[in-house]
């Protein structure tokens, strides 16, 4: 199975700091990773996929990167509603795993 | 527009059985892929089954894989999970997911249905 390593696990930031969250396969996957949002109480929201592709609606201050086993997610500038945990998942093969997330909390 | 709406969870005793159901609208349910995903309480995300548009294709997690049946009734829009042989370790909230295309990831997700399995 692809194991997905995030980091960090969690971190403290202010409204208006660029954020940046690291997701690392054990196996190259290409371009087959995919970044969620979810907030407390509800289900995940899907934010990137194919590594750097935004999804429809989704605002254009996240921004994601990389390919083969190295990818990161970036918040150019951290909204209050951007306050959540972070996960990123592989679309390579299956079985389809997650990485273990990355919760962001206001400091 | 798109909603999923899981239903069937419950309370369980180890060893038993529950079936969860996906009622789909909003889109051509035989065209997409569907998934199970589950959140044990305060954990992380866990893939658990993916089915084709068709029915006719199946994918499962180890952790489940000979205790659960993915399927889907076309006709009735609606994705199942039938659960057998529960563990304790399967106490989570259960998520429905619509992949976006054929690529394996979910852009439509819906509120979850709970299962605790306890004695």
């Known amino acids: 199975d692809i194991q997905m390593t995030q980091s960090p696990s969690s971190l403290s930031a202010s409204v208006g700091d660029r954020v940046t969250i690291t997701c690392r396969a054990s196996q190259t996957i290409a371009s087959s990773l995919n970044w969620y949002q979810q907030k407390p109480g509800k289900a995940p929201n899907l934010l990137i996929y194919a590594a750097s592709t935004l999804q429809s609606g989704v605002p254009s201050r996240f921004t994601g990167s990389g390919s083969a086993t190295d990818f990161t997610l970036t918040i150019s500038s951290l909204q209050p509603e951007d306050f959540a945990t972070y996960y990123c998942?592989?679309?390579?093969?299956?079985?389809?795993?997650f990485g273990g997330g990355t919760k962001v909390e206001i400091k | 527009e798109v909603h999923l709406l899981e239903s069937g969870g419950g309370l369980v005793q180890p060893g038993g059985s529950l079936r969860l159901s996906c009622a789909a609208s909003?889109?051509?349910?035989?065209?997409?892929?569907m998934s199970w995903v589950r959140q044990a309480p305060g954990k992380g995300l866990e893939w658990v089954s993916v089915?084709?548009?068709?029915?006719?294709?199946?994918n499962y997690a180890d952790s489940v894989k000979g205790r659960f049946t993915i399927s889907r009734d076309n006709s009735k829009n609606t994705l199942y999970l039938q659960m057998n042989s529960l563990r304790a370790e399967d106490t989570a909230l259960y998520y429905c997911?619509?992949?976006?295309?054929?690529?394996?990831?979910?852009?439509?997700w819906g509120r979850g249905t709970l299962v605790t399995v306890s004695s």
């Open positions: 998942q592989q679309s390579y093969t299956t079985p389809l795993t």
């Open positions: 089915i084709s548009g068709s029915g006719g294709r199946t």
């Open positions: 909003g889109f051509t349910f035989s065209s997409y892929a």
């Open positions: 997911a619509k992949d976006r295309s054929t690529n394996w990831f979910f852009d439509f």
